[in-house]
């Protein structure tokens, strides 16, 4: 099976624009989480979809939003960047239906840097 | 929501020599207790996990230990070699609130 993938890879933004970052999880897995990862804070959780609804939502303000479609692929979205949002954006995803309960497959991520 | 704290920070051993990694975890909900190892650059990977039905689990070099009643979490890996060096990360998750919940990880390096 294919793994987990994520794009796009890299991204440059200015402060105030918005990003879209998208998520393809493993065939078959119906739960996509998104964390956010930075050198000092590590694997921060952002939310988490299964089945085309959010599950769960961690402590990040309503700029960062997501969605997931019924092929169980997942986007992101922040809008007005700020440069306290450069940082790699990671997905996993999963087959269980209880939250955080199950193996979760990490993609490579999208490493976004605010200008 | 679950709170994961992990120790140490970084952790320097000679390679051949034992290495062991430990994680507390604060909501009694949680089940399920992975370890990721992430190398510079790429994605995490699993190295193993444990249910809360088990106290200890082992795939060749590595073992992870649970006692549910401390709230404690442990990685051991034996014989290190070049190629553990990485960050490891614990995580605590299945409670049904939060997800899986990270500790901030540990920079293991295994010194020649």
């Given amino acids: ?115 | 929501g679950e709170n994961v704290e992990q120790h140490p920070s970084t952790l320097s051993v000679q390679e051949g020599d034992s290495a062991v990694i430990k994680c507390t975890y604060s909501d009694s909900a949680s089940n399920y207790f992975p370890w990721y190892k992430q190398e510079l650059g790429k994605r995490p990977q699993l190295i193993i996990d444990i249910r809360s039905n088990v106290g200890e689990k082992k795939d060749q070099r590595i073992a992870v230990t649970l006692n549910k009643t401390a709230k404690h979490f442990s990685l051991h890996i034996t014989e290190t070699q070049p190629e553990d060096s990485a960050v490891y990360f614990c995580a605590a998750g299945g409670g049904g609130a939060d997800g899986l919940t990270f500790g901030k990880g540990t920079h293991l390096i295994i010194q020649p």
């Avoid at chain 1, 796009?8 to 078959?28: A, E, F, M, N």
């Avoid at chain 1, 804070?41 to 969605?67: D, H, I, M, V």
């Avoid at chain 1, 692929?73 to 306290?84: A, F, I, K, Y």
Wanted: a positive charge.
């Fill in chain 1, 1 to 115: 099976k294919a793994g987990v993938t994520q794009t796009p890879r890299y991204l440059i933004k200015t402060r105030g624009q918005q990003v879209t970052l998208s998520c393809s999880p493993i065939s078959g897995h119906r739960s996509v989480s998104w964390y956010q990862q930075t050198p000092g804070q590590g694997l921060q959780f952002l939310f988490e979809y299964f089945s085309e609804t959010q599950r769960n939502k961690g402590n990040f303000p309503g700029r960062f939003s997501g969605r997931q479609f019924s092929n169980s692929r997942s986007e992101m979205n922040v809008s007005t960047l700020e440069l306290g949002d450069s940082a790699l954006y990671l997905c996993a995803s999963s087959l269980s239906s209880a939250p955080g309960g199950d193996t979760q497959y990490f993609g490579p991520g999208t490493r976004l840097t605010v200008l």
